[in-house]
């Protein structure tokens, strides 16, 4: 026997399978045992799979035991009741709840944070001193972003310029 | 006379047949899903059940497997047998059990056993042993093997002891052949070390 043919000896389908010999040694006929005996390599791979094979087993039971779909289903039933109860909560579709009408006007006002963004770049005195756009600056400090962000989604589009900004609370005040 | 080319053959009917079952299961026939589960969870519970150390924890896989299958059958699109795809969900929640396992505990050889020698080499002899101490050697076996990065564990229990060929194993686990026969032939390398950290039985 040749080293090739011992390890098609030692693996295979279900290699441990227990109407065989069980792991190790136990399995092999005599010549396969005598080449394991002759040649260190092989006798390293029967011991490596001797270890897997007990590491591994495939237990004596064929299946799950009795009750499993059972079980799986009253999960199932949890699960998609769950899922219910999770689609029925009206922050699940927050966009659906202020109406398709809102959609264009929120394309728009993100497409004017885009042009100001870029409005920004053009007119800026120069790269900021490590030679690139700070673009958490810019974003910071942009005004309709702001606005945006502070949940006025439609109304303040129509106003007359996005330019003026609306003047920060108490400046009346300190005016007079 | 009978016309071969209009007769299918029975791997060709089965297909078809199964292709119809997983199609109605995936468009929420629940008796087809239930018949799936029927066909494939003895298969997917051999698997789990070389990887976990009680029947209990083979049967929370097969669980979560059909649970996982259960979600994602609505977007399955059919690129090869249902038994390869199921067969992937499978390793991969085995996979995860394996690294779950391996974050919890490290071990060495000198710390799972006295003579730690013993019962590899009697496993080896071919020697019977008694119900405690054949018990005993399996989980010294298992602590050993949980030191082989999941994946390759994965690879040489689906290659060397489930006898699957470097193509099924790569169908199973959503890699190439190559690559399947690389990691083989190098788990098989960690392997054959993590035997040899083995010592040989003290006389």
Known sequence: ?176 | MRDAAADPGPAERGGAEEALLVARAAAGDAPAFDDLVRRFKDRVFRLARRFVRSHEDAEEIVQEVFLKVHRSLPGYRAGGPFEHWILRVATNACRDALRRRRRRAEVTVSQIADNPGAWLDAALSGASLDAARAEAARLLAADLLDLLPPKDRIVLVLMDLEGMSAAEVAAATGSTRAAVKVRAMRARRSLRRLAERVPRRRT
């Open chain 1, 1 to 176: 026997m040749d080293c090739r043919a011992f390890r098609a000896r030692l693996r295979g389908p279900a290699a441990d399978a227990p109407d065989r010999t069980g792991p190790g040694a136990g399995r092999l006929d005599e010549a396969a045992r005598r080449h394991a005996a002759a040649c260190p390599k092989c006798a390293a791979d029967l011991r490596a799979f001797t270890l897997l094979a007990l590491g591994s087993p495939a237990g004596a039971a064929p299946g799950p035991g009795p009750g499993f779909e059972e079980r799986l289903r009253a999960r199932l039933a949890s699960e998609a009741a769950r899922a219910g109860a999770g689609a029925a909560r009206p922050e699940a579709s927050w966009l659906d709840a202020i109406g398709w009408l809102a959609r264009p006007a929120l394309g728009m006002a993100a497409a004017l944070v885009v042009a100001s963004a870029g409005l920004y770049v053009w007119v800026a005195p120069g790269p900021s001193p490590s030679g690139s756009v700070d673009l958490a600056q810019m974003v910071e400090g942009d005004p309709v972003l702001d606005r945006l962000l502070a949940g006025e989604t439609v109304g303040f589009l129509a106003s007359p310029s996005l330019d003026e900004e609306a003047p920060p609370a108490g400046a009346a005040e300190e005016e007079r």
